[in-house]
């Protein structure tokens, strides 16, 4: 983050016992997290952590999100929003510092991304 300098998030983590942050995905006619019409995760965004691991939809528990609201789910023309929660207790992981969406690049598809606030407890 732009506004917090190396040392102030160090100690942040060092303090804190476990953190969490949240990613809002904005879409038109692209799959976040579960397509509907298949039932599947294929489609599922990837997230970095500050320690570059993938953070996904499945796999090893320690690097798998948790899905607040999934409003990405099919092809629908209009706007929708998926919103993701990673959790740790591992502070280090975060903040998040990259994130791949899959089902974009056609016609008629656009996103965006609002990054939340990493919360230190």
Known sequence: PEDVSEVQLAFLRILSSRASQNITYHC????????????????????????????????????????????????TGGWGKTVFEYRTRKTMRLPVVDIAPFDIGGPEQEFGVDVGPVCFL
């Open 28 to 75: 038109k006619n692209s799959i976040a997290y579960m397509e509907e019409a298949s039932g599947n995760v294929k489609k599922a965004l990837k997230l970095m952590s500050s320690t570059e691991n993938e953070i996904k939809a499945e796999g090893n528990s320690k690097y798998t999100y948790a899905v607040l609201e999934d409003g990405c789910s099919k092809h």
